[in-house]
């Protein structure tokens, strides 16, 4: 079993859709959870942290579930760009080094 | 352009060559890691520097696979007696001490 497992998808929905991600972590001594974006044959980019207490950025909403293990990313009102792979991502630590990646939810947004 | 730069960008080599590869991190950032991603799946972990000190590799990284950071800087990841299985895009992050990563383009190698 993975250590981060994601649902890879794809996940295909019209513009203005809302889809959510959900993402399992098998460490209990995780700290800290992350969601990256990666488009095609590009380098990942940081999406938002995720705290316990659950924050949002505009159109997208990240939670945490320490109890089952699991964090989420909500997307309202989809656009076509965010058409991407989103990444999950878990460290052991607040201030650990090493970080574990998921492989990744594709999603596309279509017309 | 001030983010983490990796050099080259693509490399294409003979099996059983060496390659070195070179990153670049955003300067004020004491943290480097590196990354393989091969398609379809996240970046895997390899080893990772704070300043110079290098202090965890993973089980991943074979006794072909090197990398340094001399003086804290740039940072360069070496393969020695290349294999088909090594080709993959190696990727570069760098943080200030903390966990946010900034990645680097990727050198994409192939191994023919």
């Known amino acids: 079993r993975k250590e981060v497992e994601q649902d890879p998808g794809p996940f295909n929905v019209p513009e203005g859709a809302t889809v959510a991600f959900n993402c399992t972590y098998s460490?209990?001594?995780?700290?800290?959870f992350f969601w990256y974006r990666q488009d095609c044959r590009k380098e990942p980019k940081l999406l938002m942290s995720?705290?316990?207490s659950g924050n949002e950025d505009g159109r997208f909403t990240a939670q945490l579930n320490r109890a089952s293990q699991y964090i989420s990313l909500l997307i309202r009102d989809s656009k076509l760009s965010d058409s991407a792979t989103y990444l999950c991502?878990?460290?052991?630590?607040?201030?650990?080094?090493?970080?574990?990646f998921g492989d990744g939810t594709t999603l596309t947004v279509k017309p | 352009d001030t983010g983490v730069s990796q050099n080259p960008r693509h490399k294409i080599t003979k099996r059983g060559q060496n390659v070195t590869f070179r990153c670049d991190p955003i300067?004020?950032?004491?943290?480097l890691y590196w990354y393989r991603q091969t398609l379809g799946q996240g970046p895997e972990f390899l080893t990772y520097?704070?300043?110079?000190?290098?202090?965890?590799k993973s089980r991943l990284l074979s006794d072909r696979f090197s990398a340094e950071r001399p003086k804290g800087s740039f940072s360069t990841l070496e393969i020695q007696r290349t294999e088909q299985g090594d080709s993959a895009m190696y990727l570069c992050?760098?943080?200030?001490?903390?966990?946010?990563?900034?990645f680097g383009p990727g050198t994409r190698l192939t191994v023919l």
């Open positions: 992050a760098s943080s200030a001490l903390g966990d946010t990563q900034y």
């Open positions: 460490n209990s001594a995780s700290q800290s």
């Open positions: 995720v705290y316990s």
């Open positions: 991502v878990v460290n052991r630590g607040t201030n650990a080094g090493k970080s574990t």
């Open positions: 300067s004020e950032h004491n943290r």
């Open positions: 520097f704070q300043n110079e000190a290098q202090l965890e």
